[in-house]
């Protein structure tokens, strides 16, 4: 009788083990431009402006937090099927739980690092702080996110250099592509230009560039002439800035700077004489 028990314990663990798999699979599957279910209660900050790497986003932190479900209902079940399998032959659990205890905590010692770098993914996977397509800064390294896991989150900034950081040692995160951008343009003018007739100016130029195309499909709101920024015995800093979709900023900026470099010119409005270092 007892082997036969044996039998059907480890039979109902294989089909529960099958049966929760499916079922997480189907709450991490999601058709195309469908949030899948697993993620429809958590909250999403990507922005639909995102186009094909929101799909791409939403895959990849699904099927990381499958991936954890997965092995977690997979441990959780065999776990008990062992306990409930020594019960059956007749074994004594109590020397057995007391061993797993001391090993478990020399194991949560050894896996410090481990541990918290898995907790800290999950966290941010959760709270959906960032994710594939995104331009962060992570304090070490910064650049476009290509890869979310629960342990390490990869980026390849500007000069195509790949970082890997691990997940528990991020202190804090500044995201540039989330809801919407600031492009922030700074014009430095000579100290002696009229500055209320080269603020027009500016206003004027940047107010129109931003109306057709191609700037009109990333500008969300008319641009803001903010004034005098900085004043020195040289120079004076005019700035601008207009709120744009997601990771469009840095293209608005150089589009807008050769914009108003190229009005000033044909206004005959002086830039700041050019310093050169001594030799």
Do not use: C
């Amino acid at each position: 009788m007892g082997g036969g028990q044996v039998v059907l314990i480890i039979v109902l663990a294989f089909v529960a083990r099958f049966l929760a798999h499916r079922t997480i699979r189907k709450l991490t599957s999601g058709g195309e431009g469908h949030v899948p279910k697993l993620l429809r209660p958590l909250k999403e900050r990507a922005p639909e402006s995102l186009g094909p790497l929101l799909s791409e986003r939403r895959k990849q932190r699904a099927q990381t937090m499958g991936s954890v479900l997965r092995s977690a209902f997979s441990i959780l079940i065999f776990s008990v099927a062992f306990l409930m399998v020594l019960r059956v032959l007749g074994l004594d659990l109590t020397p057995i739980l007391a061993s797993a205890s001391v090993l478990g905590v020399a194991i949560g010692f050894g896996a410090q690092n481990l541990v918290k770098d898995f907790l800290s993914g999950m966290f941010m996977l959760m709270e959906d702080q960032y994710g594939v397509g995104d331009v962060v800064d992570l304090g070490d390294a910064s650049g476009t996110v290509e890869a979310v896991g629960l342990r390490i989150t990869t980026l390849r900034d500007g000069n195509g250099t790949v970082w890997y950081v691990r997940n528990g040692i991020v202190q804090r995160v500044g995201n540039s592509t989330q809801g919407f951008a600031v492009a922030v343009v700074d014009v430095p003018l000579a100290y002696t230009v009229d500055i209320n007739k080269a603020i027009e100016l500016i206003g004027i130029t940047t107010a129109e560039a931003t109306k057709v195309a191609p700037l009109a499909d990333d500008v969300m709101e008319a641009p803001e002439v903010l004034g005098v920024e900085q004043v020195t015995s040289e120079t004076v800093t005019v700035r601008v800035t207009v709120k744009v979709r997601p990771s469009r900023q840095w293209a608005v900026q150089r589009a807008l700077r050769a914009k108003v470099k190229a009005a000033v010119d044909e206004a005959g409005i002086e830039a700041p004489p050019v310093t050169t270092a001594d030799s």
